[in-house]
Every structure is written in C-alpha cells, then in structure tokens.
C-alpha cells in the first residue's frame, strides 16, 4: 500500500529508489512489525486479563502448570497478526500473487485459531473446537487457498518436488501437487500449534525458520543467486521476503512479552496462522522438504504425539510420560526454561543444516 503509494514520486524523487530494494523493504518490514508488536501488546495484555481472555491449563498436564500458568491471557496471536498485517500492507507489493497466498494462509487460519481459542475461553477448557471440526475447517481453508493459487499461477514447473542435497533429483507431482500442498499446510499449522505449550517455546523456532525463508524466497527470486546455488529461479518469489521479515518482527516483539515467564500465550491464534504461513512460504519457494528440516523441532513435537496416540490404541501403552514431547521432558523433571532453550538449540541448528542444503548440492 505505502509501497505502491511512494513508486509514484520515484521519478520527481530519486531517492525513493531505495524502497524498489527487496532487502531495504524487507528491513522496514522487520522494524514496523517489531514496532508495532512492542507499542500495542502491553496494552492488549491488559485488556485481555480484565476481559477475563484467559489461557485454560489441561487438567492432565504437568502439575506446576496449573500454579504458574494459571491466569495468564492468551489468544496473543491477535498483536502478532496485528503486526504482521500491517507491516506486509505497508511494505509488499500487493499485487504480487505469493503475497496475497500468504497473506490469505495468515487470515483464515487466525480466524480459525482465534474461534478455537474463543471456544475454549467460553467453556473454560483446554478442548476448544472438536479435532475433527478444526481438521475440516483446515482443509477447506486450504483447498481454496492452494486453488486459487494453481489457478491464477503462471510458472511452468509449480508441481515439481525438488530434493535437496541432489542437484537433479525433481519429481512432477501433477496433479497430486494440490493434495500435497494441503498436507504441508496444515500439517505445519498443526505442527507449531502442538509446540506451543510452553513460554516462548514455538516463538524462537518460528523465527529461525522464517529468517531462513527470507532468505531462501530472496535467493529464489533472484535469478543470478538462484542459478549460483542451482535452485529453481522463480519470478516473484523475492516479494515474500517481505512477509517472513514481518514475522520474524512480530514474532521477535511478541517475545519480548512471552519470554519465561509469560505474560500472554499466542493461542491458536497465533500458532495455526504462523504454522499455515510457514507451508505456503515452503510452497511457494519450492523448498517443501528444506521446510521440513529446518523446521524440524515442530517435525519432532507432531510426531511424538502421532506415535505417542498409536502405541496407546493399539498396545494400550504410552511411549512418552506424555505428548507433545515437551511436556515428556518436564514429567522427567527437566525445568520448563531447560526444556525451552534446550529445544531451541536444537531449532538452531536444524536451521543452519536447512540452509547449508542450499549450497549441498
């Protein structure tokens, strides 16, 4: 919007030149969400206690939860949001398609997180919207996301599954590429959404991530650094550099108050409309599988609770203390702040092996 706004003086104004730069637009990005995010979340954090918008603890969880966690608001996802929209407004091109798929996953999917939070706010529980509901309303959301977006498309090898670490290993999904990217998608949302159990937990690994997507979508849209590292050159992709740099900012400012211990949780708001953006980055840039890796923590959390669901159905016996695997930890005994920063290293350098796939090849 201000972008588009100020491309109409370039010509009178030459130093304007400087916002047709991807980097310098994708810093104003970081800065506005990060801004924004501090000014406007001490006083959504009052609001939210005397609202009575409070976190509801899981009677089944660890015991300490239940004294410490008490009380505290949530549905914090309303400043990320808040941040993020507004800086990508402000500082992307909106005509480009990859942002308007990115800003779409980040609204629906908010919406999404924030009637499950809503849900379990009225009734006072940690259940919220039945499993079953949330998954089809995922889905549905995602069709038509993932629709439109094939649709309106115009690059000729969209459907391609590139493998990292191998230079020629490219699989054409066809049209199986629609069903796969529903799964990442939503299978992100629900990755980042079961991470975030604990204070800043999810936090941190969003934005290692998303830095690591600034990237890869800047080098992707840039045919010279694309042909160096011989990854797919996509047109356009740059754009969504823009976007990762608002959540990195949001994400960060939102830190600020949900570092331990913590003054407000995200919610599903926040988790399914960041873990939704993150797949449809991963989409866009062709980097699914990178996705995969340097998201990897979230990888981990959703599939301990997978095995930890089939073990007890078909065995009647538990794999872990308990699932996610977070909370396995603390039943060991491990600190709740042990846990979060042990963890983040781990998120650490699985980003630092995503990116190094760049250059592995």
């Known amino acids: 919007m201000l972008y588009q706004f100020l491309l109409n003086f370039v010509d009178s104004l030459s130093f304007l030149n400087v916002f047709k730069y991807l980097t310098f ?22 609001f939210f206690s005397k609202q009575k918008i409070l976190n509801p603890i899981r009677n089944d969880g660890p015991e300490d939860h239940i004294v410490k966690k008490i009380g505290t608001p949530t549905m914090g996802g ?36 924030a009637f499950d939070d809503y849900k379990k706010i009225k009734h006072s529980n940690s259940s919220g919207i039945s499993s079953k509901l949330k998954l089809t309303f995922q889905i549905i959301l995602a069709i038509v996301g993932v629709s439109f977006y094939v649709y309106f498309n115009d690059y ?8 990292p670490f191998f230079k020629n290993l490219i699989i054409n999904l066809g049209w199986f590429f629609i069903p796969f990217s529903i799964f990442v998608i939503i299978g ?43 990854i797919p050159y996509i047109e356009g992709t740059g754009e969504v550099s823009i976007f990762c740099g608002a ?57 301990s609770v997978i095995v930890q669901v089939i073990s007890f159905k078909l065995t009647g016996k538990r794999v872990f203390k308990m699932a996610p695997i977070h909370h396995h930890f603390e039943k060991k005994g491990w600190p709740e702040s042990t846990v979060v920063i ?10 630092m092996i995503g990116l190094a796939t760049l250059k592995l090849r």
């Open 78 to 113: 309303v400043i990320i949001l808040i941040g993020l929209l507004i800086s990508v407004l402000f500082w992307a091109d909106l005509s480009n398609l990859n942002v308007l798929f990115c800003l779409y996953i980040a609204i629906s999917f908010g919406l999404l997180g």
């Open 247 to 303: 959540i990195i900012g949001s994400c960060l400012g939102f830190l600020w108050f949900n570092a331990p211990p913590a003054k407000i949780f995200m919610g599903d708001t926040g988790s399914l409309s960041l873990g939704g953006s993150l797949g449809a980055v991963g989409i866009i840039t062709k980097h699914e599988i990178v996705l995969a890796i340097t998201g990897g923590l979230f990888v981990l959390e959703a599939v």
């Open 25 to 46: 637009r994708t810093g104003l990005s970081f800065f506005t969400s990060l801004i924004i995010v501090l000014i406007i979340g001490g006083t959504f954090i009052k």
């Open 342 to 351: 042990r963890f983040w290293i781990i998120s650490i350098i699985l980003s």
């Open 188 to 230: 992100s949302s629900n990755a980042v959404n079961l991470t975030d159990g604990l204070d800043g937990l999810a936090t941190v690994p969003v934005i290692l991530v998303a830095a690591c997507f600034a990237f890869i979508s800047y080098v992707t849209g840039n045919i010279v650094f694309s042909t160096y590292l011989q």
């Open 156 to 163: 000729q090898d969209l459907t391609n599954l590139y493998f």
